[in-house]
């Protein structure tokens, strides 16, 4: 595992959190990634993207945690979270 791209690694945790999910399937309510995109070329993010969109049939609920606009696509509901001044502001969009 020493040899793979960061990318590579980000796939293969991905991977399994997805196959012990389908094992455990009666018991994982949801999975939270953050930062799934960290490391990953613009294929893997695509690729990415279509996993998280087929995952529901796995996993109910998916949290992801990012900065990357491009999974805003993949979403029922975004929780945006933005420094206004001195404090932070929450602003929920749901998709279309």
């Known amino acids: 595992i020493k040899a793979m791209s960061g990318g590579e690694r980000v796939s293969i945790s991905l991977s399994l959190r997805l196959a012990l999910a389908r094992l455990m399937r009666s018991?994982?309510?949801?999975?939270?990634?953050?930062?799934?995109?960290?490391?990953?070329?613009?294929?893997?993010?695509?690729?990415?993207?279509?996993?998280?969109?087929?995952a529901n049939e796995i996993v109910p609920q998916i949290?992801?945690?990012?900065?990357?606009?491009?999974?805003?696509?993949?979403?029922?509901?975004?929780?945006?979270?933005?420094?206004?001044g001195d404090s932070s502001k929450v602003k929920v969009e749901t998709s279309d």
């Open 27 to 54: 018991n994982v309510g949801f999975i939270i990634m953050d930062e799934p995109t960290v490391h990953l070329d613009d294929y893997r993010r695509k690729e990415l993207l279509e996993v998280v969109r087929k």
């Open 63 to 84: 949290i992801l945690v990012t900065h990357d606009e491009e999974l805003k696509d993949v979403g029922d509901e975004i929780i945006k979270v933005e420094m206004e």
